[in-house]
């Protein structure tokens, strides 16, 4: 419980973290005020593509999984990190508690932001709203993708350590790959972070395509095997490699 109260405190007392979440809030209040508010519901589309936001926020969580690791090696603060825990794993398994509960906070602020705006102007305008319970759905999905893309983040900075690097990596996973599972044969491209993101918010596409829980499961599987990688690397290696 300290070390995790530790990480908490590590994670929510640098500006970079409060720079980084309040980008993703602003930025999605843009996109509710200007492209909900402004653009014709023709254009606007799903609603589902308004309850999901401009995914800004989305890679600023990743950002900040990466950088709850890489930042110790940095600035050179990993080993007291380690020193004081019983173990490495302990302290990475921490870091991991904290970067969960900072994803779900940071995905409740994003709800608020973006039902009291975008859904807000959405219907004003006479957009059709889903039923609630098809909203909730939606939500959840965003909540816990945001928790589980941080631990993403968390595992790929263990793995890479370089924090450029590791930022790079991460944002490549999803940008530069997400096109590949188009080109791959049958279903073998849904069980790809991006597409399994798209599941589990509630975008699916066909019968071929990830349920929202399949989606949030190949995600979490994800994360957890990079979150395992990482720390057995963490683990072997000398701190100051």
Same mark, same amino acid.
């Given at each position: 419980?300290?070390?995790?109260?530790?990480?908490?405190?590590?994670?929510?007392?640098?500006?970079?973290?409060?720079?980084?979440?309040?980008?993703?809030?602003?930025?999605?209040?843009?996109?509710?005020?200007?492209?909900?508010?402004?653009?014709?519901?023709?254009? &606007?589309?799903?609603?589902?593509?308004?309850?999901?936001?401009?995914?800004?926020?989305?890679? @600023?969580?990743?950002?900040?999984?990466?950088?709850?690791?890489?930042?110790?090696?940095?600035?050179?603060?990993?080993?007291?990190?380690?020193?004081?825990?019983?173990?490495?794993?302990?302290?990475?398994?921490?870091?991991?508690?904290?970067?969960?509960?900072?994803?779900?906070?940071?995905?409740?602020?994003?709800?608020?932001?973006?039902?009291? @705006?975008?859904?807000?102007?959405?219907?004003?305008?006479?957009?059709?709203?889903?039923?609630?319970?098809? &909203?909730?759905?939606?939500?959840?999905?965003?909540? +816990?993708?945001?928790?589980?893309?941080?631990?993403?983040?968390?595992?790929?900075?263990?793995?890479?350590?370089?924090? +450029? *690097?590791?930022?790079?990596?991460?944002?490549?996973?999803?940008?530069?790959?997400?096109? @590949?599972?188009?080109?791959?044969?049958?279903?073998?491209?849904?069980?790809?972070?991006?597409?399994?993101?798209?599941?589990?918010?509630?975008?699916?596409? *066909?019968?071929?395509?990830?349920?929202?829980?399949?989606?949030?499961?190949?995600?979490?599987?994800?994360?957890?095997?990079?979150?395992?990688?990482?720390?057995?690397?963490?683990?072997?290696?000398?701190?100051?490699?």
């Amino acid at each position: 419980m300290n070390l995790l109260r530790s990480e908490w405190l590590k994670l929510w007392t640098v500006r970079t973290t409060w720079t980084m979440v309040g980008i993703g809030l602003l930025g999605e209040a843009l996109f509710a005020g200007l492209y909900v508010g402004l653009a014709s519901l023709a254009e &606007i589309g799903d609603v589902e593509e308004v309850e999901t936001g401009v995914g800004l926020i989305l890679v @600023l969580v990743l950002v900040l999984g990466v950088l709850s690791v890489t930042t110790e090696f940095r600035h050179g603060t990993a080993s007291s990190t380690f020193l004081v825990s019983p173990g490495r794993w302990p302290a990475l398994l921490a870091k991991l508690g904290a970067v969960l509960l900072a994803g779900l906070l940071i995905g409740l602020a994003f709800v608020a932001v973006n039902a009291g @705006l975008a859904l807000t102007l959405f219907d004003a305008r006479g957009g059709r709203l889903p039923s609630t319970g098809e &909203i909730v759905s939606v939500y959840a999905g965003v909540v +816990v993708s945001l928790a589980l893309i941080g631990a993403f983040g968390l595992g790929i900075g263990a793995i890479v350590r370089n924090q +450029v *690097g590791a930022i790079i990596a991460a944002i490549a996973f999803f940008f530069i790959l997400s096109p @590949l599972p188009e080109l791959l044969p049958g279903s073998i491209g849904e069980y790809f972070p991006s597409q399994a993101i798209g599941s589990l918010h509630g975008r699916v596409e *066909g019968d071929g395509s990830l349920s929202q829980l399949g989606g949030g499961l190949v995600l979490a599987a994800w994360a957890t095997a990079l979150c395992a990688i990482g720390t057995l690397l963490i683990c072997r290696r000398d701190v100051d490699e």
